[in-house]
């Protein structure tokens, strides 16, 4: 089949009857008579028609799989027609999300030590949103448990494949360095016995502090001037 035109065709009907998109594996295996470079190129046609005619819809190739999607400037009104609560991630969630999407294939401890605090709810949590899924035991001492990314991690979040994960920024030495500084002064400004610094503060706490108080105290004082005057009432009824 050399017709570029039938082949592009056919490949946006087998697209929109897909509810779940299809490779182009699956195209190929569909028109056996079409090269693979014939498939590729009817692809890229139809993205280029579809934006030259500037229509709702694109073409993406969302986790391997090509598929016929909304623009997302049209989102809410798609919305009002399928009302449905969005899934929502924490902060946690998102944090060991994003740890398990680039360290993959990862345990559990190697989780934790990335972030530091325990992990075990929120692989919970990812495992029965169906995020994240169990890639097997490692090597190790206990054969403990490996965790990896799924396919619906890639159609939640737009992405053909790993290789499409935004690249992590190098630190340099400088970054370290601000960051211990960092760390040092808020544990230096949260030192037991230290008092809250607020705004209202301020000014206060730029001048210098009191020296320690007086050997006789305004409580002392008002007693002492409290027996003079009984004295003096004492005089003046004799």
């Not at 087998?14 to 779940?20: D, F, H, K, P, R």
């Not at 448990?145 to 890639?154: A, D, P, R, V, W």
Request: proline fraction near 6%.
């Amino acid at each position: 089949m050399e017709d570029k035109t039938q082949i592009k065709k056919i490949i946006e009907a087998l697209l929109i009857v897909s509810g779940e998109g299809l490779s182009r594996e699956d195209i190929f295996r569909t028109l056996e008579d079409a090269t693979p470079e014939s498939i590729d190129e009817a692809i890229g046609l139809l993205k280029e028609e579809y934006s030259s005619l500037e229509r709702s819809f694109n073409i993406a190739e969302i986790a391997g799989k090509c598929r016929i999607v909304s623009k997302p400037e049209y989102m809410p009104w798609i919305g009002r027609l399928y009302e449905h609560e969005p899934e929502r991630l924490s902060v946690p969630a998102l944090e060991t999300l994003a740890i398990i999407a680039y360290k993959q294939p990862l345990t559990r401890a190697e989780a934790e030590k990335i972030r530091g605090v325990d992990v075990g709810g929120v692989l919970k949590t990812l495992l029965e949103k169906e995020l994240i899924e169990v890639r097997g035991r490692k090597d190790a001492v206990g054969q403990p448990l490996i965790y990896g990314t799924t396919e619906k991690f890639l159609q939640i979040f737009g992405l053909n494949s790993l290789d499409d994960l935004p690249q992590l920024r190098d630190f340099t030495e400088e970054d370290l360095e601000f960051t211990k500084n960092r760390n040092t002064v808020v544990e230096n400004d949260n030192t037991v016995g230290s008092e809250p610094q607020t705004d209202d503060n301020d000014d206060a706490l730029r001048q210098p502090k009191a020296g320690p108080p007086p050997a006789e105290t305004p409580n002392s004082e008002l007693r002492t001037n409290t027996k003079e005057n009984e004295t003096d009432e004492a005089e003046k009824i004799d």
